[in-house]
């Protein structure tokens, strides 16, 4: 489908205007394309060739406004660190209607009602960062929102230094957050969020929008949702960085790709947004950060459920937890969900925390290894591993499903740092080779396999702030 073709629904507006602020586009100067993700095209359908025209750079730069699209920023609160702020929004993000059940939103478009102090841009560094994560996770069977383009410009933005100012393309099935609920519940607005919760019913849970029980069944849904995308961040050694309350997904996604990061050597305690002097968002409490911002969400779901109901559903969260992170991490390992192996799987997070090990590497090792030694030169203590393997052999592990499952590569910051500073000096070609190892983590790609080593201790464990 060509792009003058394409016509876009906004069912969104049809709440009243405490929901959204309708704003175009401020589009930026001397815009090009960067990147354009043929996958998301197909799931769009749009017409490959259109990618590579000067109408989709037009389009992604707010330039050309599709048939049926009003562009608008959605309103939303949100509690950030553990402190409620009354009014959010989208600061910097302008959805531009629905596709195909996508939801189409540019990202560093320019001010809109919600951007208080900011600009309402976004950077080169951080779109780049956006785009190559959120297909990077969806690759590694993550529920995520996606991305089908990042343009660059000539336009300089003001961050700790001058940067050039990018757009990315993002996509997803929802773009309603917890802070959407708690925003009409704070305000005391109880019908508006009634309507909302009908909404998302409709968008996210349809399978419950007819049953007189619907809320406290989308309530439940959520929260085994939040749960199972918990334990898969946990299980591939991903940090979020920021969860508060408006960055986590009605839907169950992984929502905006701040100060993110995969894991270089185990570290259950690894921080990777440097303003998080706490460590709340650190890798090993993303689990109970979950579990805390569902209770925020019950209380804004209050005046529609009934709270007692609420409270035991929520209570079921540390067993979906756990039950979806066990059989994630048993699948890693190749080996049957016995919940004797639970021992197993703590005693070898013990030795990798101790020794410093590869996340990645050691998993991706095991699924090939044929002699103990290459496994133990990975850690520190020889004595401690072999005397796992030991008992680990004694499970039979199915090898050849366990490289289904343990990629060869994920995309670490030092990656993605070689590529933007490339791109900072006008060379792209990382940023697509990084899309397609994101997209297909699982193969050899032996043309880089030196990013499927571990990473280089000068680089490691890099902290990253909300605007990189």
Same mark, same amino acid.
């Given at each position: 489908?060509?792009?003058?073709?394409?016509?876009?629904?906004?069912?969104?507006?049809? !709440? &009243?205007?405490?929901? !959204?602020?309708?704003?175009?586009?401020?589009?930026?100067?001397?815009?090009?394309?960067?990147?354009?993700? +043929?996958?998301?095209?197909?799931?769009?359908?749009?017409?490959?060739?259109?990618?590579?025209?000067?109408?989709?750079?037009?389009?992604?730069?707010?330039?050309?406004?599709?048939?049926?699209?009003?562009?608008?920023?959605?309103?939303?609160?949100?509690?950030?660190?553990?402190?409620?702020?009354?009014?959010?929004?989208?600061? @910097?993000?302008?959805?531009?209607?629905?596709?195909?059940?996508?939801?189409?939103?540019?990202?560093?478009?320019?001010?809109?009602?919600?951007?208080?102090?900011? &600009?309402? @841009?976004?950077?080169?560094?951080?779109?780049?960062?956006?785009?190559?994560?959120?297909?990077?996770?969806?690759?590694?069977?993550?529920?995520?929102?996606?991305?089908?383009?990042?343009?660059?410009?000539?336009?300089?933005?003001?961050?700790?230094?001058?940067?050039?100012?990018?757009?990315?393309?993002?996509?997803?099935?929802?773009?309603?957050?917890?802070?959407? !609920?708690?925003?009409?519940?704070? =305000? =005391? @607005?109880?019908?508006?969020?009634?309507?909302? +919760?009908?909404?998302?019913?409709?968008?996210?849970?349809?399978?419950?929008? &007819? =049953?007189?029980? @619907?809320?406290?069944?989308?309530?439940?849904?959520?929260? $085994?949702?939040?749960?199972?995308?918990?334990?898969?961040?946990?299980?591939?050694?991903?940090?979020?960085?920021?969860?508060?309350?408006?960055?986590?997904?009605?839907?169950?996604?992984?929502?905006?790709?701040?100060?993110?990061?995969?894991?270089?050597?185990?570290?259950? &305690?690894?921080?990777?947004?440097?303003?998080?002097?706490?460590?709340?968002?650190? !890798?090993?409490?993303?689990?109970?950060?979950?579990?805390?911002?569902?209770?925020?969400?019950?209380?804004?779901?209050?005046?529609?459920?009934?709270?007692?109901?609420?409270?035991?559903?929520?209570?079921?969260?540390?067993?979906?937890?756990?039950? $979806?992170?066990?059989?994630?991490?048993?699948?890693?390992?190749?080996?049957?969900?016995?919940?004797?192996?639970?021992?197993?799987?703590?005693?070898?997070?013990?030795?990798?925390?101790?020794?410093?090990?590869?996340?990645?590497?050691?998993?991706?090792?095991?699924?090939?290894?044929?002699?103990?030694?290459?496994?133990? =030169?990975?850690?520190?203590?020889?004595?401690?591993?072999?005397?796992?393997?030991?008992?680990?052999?004694?499970?039979?592990?199915?090898?050849?499903?366990?490289?289904?499952?343990?990629?060869?590569?994920?995309?670490?910051?030092?990656?993605?740092?070689?590529?933007?500073?490339?791109?900072?000096?006008?060379?792209?070609?990382?940023?697509?080779?990084?899309?397609?190892?994101?997209?297909?983590?699982?193969?050899?790609?032996?043309?880089?396999?030196?990013?499927? $080593?571990?990473?280089?201790?000068?680089?490691?464990?890099?902290?990253?702030?909300?605007?990189?």
């Amino acid at each position: 489908m060509k792009l003058e073709n394409i016509k876009l629904k906004t069912d969104y507006l049809n !709440f &009243d205007e405490e929901f !959204f602020h309708k704003v175009k586009p401020m589009p930026l100067k001397g815009a090009f394309l960067i990147s354009a993700n +043929a996958e998301i095209a197909k799931l769009l359908n749009i017409d490959i060739d259109e990618l590579s025209s000067k109408e989709f750079v037009e389009f992604v730069n707010g330039n050309t406004i599709l048939e049926g699209s009003e562009p608008f920023a959605m309103c939303y609160a949100g509690h950030q660190f553990g402190y409620y702020v009354p009014r959010l929004g989208d600061g @910097r993000a302008i959805n531009l209607g629905e596709l195909n059940g996508w939801h189409l939103q540019l990202k560093g478009s320019g001010l809109t009602r919600y951007s208080r102090e900011g &600009d309402g @841009r976004a950077v080169l560094r951080s779109s780049i960062r956006e785009y190559l994560m959120s297909e990077a996770m969806h690759a590694l069977g993550v529920p995520t929102t996606r991305a089908l383009a990042v343009i660059g410009s000539n336009e300089n933005i003001a961050r700790e230094r001058w940067e050039k100012g990018a757009i990315v393309l993002r996509v997803s099935s929802s773009w309603i957050r917890f802070g959407t !609920f708690e925003y009409f519940y704070y =305000k =005391k @607005r109880y019908e508006k969020l009634e309507q909302l +919760a009908d909404y998302v019913l409709k968008q996210s849970f349809s399978e419950y929008a &007819d =049953k007189e029980n @619907r809320y406290i069944l989308m309530y439940e849904e959520i929260v $085994k949702r939040t749960a199972h995308l918990m334990a898969y961040w946990q299980s591939i050694g991903f940090s979020h960085g920021v969860m508060n309350t408006d960055n986590m997904s009605i839907a169950g996604l992984t929502i905006d790709y701040g100060p993110y990061s995969f894991l270089d050597d185990y570290d259950f &305690d690894f921080i990777c947004n440097h303003t998080d002097v706490e460590g709340r968002y650190s !890798f090993g409490n993303q689990p109970n950060i979950g579990y805390w911002n569902l209770s925020m969400l019950l209380k804004a779901l209050s005046p529609l459920i009934n709270m007692d109901k609420g409270k035991e559903i929520l209570e079921k969260y540390p067993a979906y937890f756990t039950q $979806k992170f066990h059989s994630l991490m048993c699948a890693k390992l190749g080996i049957s969900e016995s919940k004797e192996h639970s021992k197993l799987i703590q005693w070898l997070f013990n030795i990798m925390q101790n020794d410093a090990v590869d996340y990645t590497l050691f998993f991706r090792t095991l699924s090939e290894y044929n002699d103990r030694s290459e496994i133990s =030169k990975l850690f520190i203590s020889d004595k401690r591993i072999v005397e796992w393997l030991e008992e680990y052999e004694k499970e039979l592990p199915y090898k050849e499903g366990m490289k289904r499952v343990n990629p060869k590569y994920v995309l670490k910051n030092y990656m993605l740092q070689e590529a933007i500073e490339k791109a900072e000096i006008g060379d792209y070609s990382l940023v697509d080779s990084l899309l397609k190892i994101a997209q297909d983590p699982y193969e050899e790609h032996a043309e880089f396999n030196s990013y499927a $080593k571990a990473t280089p201790h000068q680089l490691k464990a890099l902290k990253l702030s909300c605007s990189s």
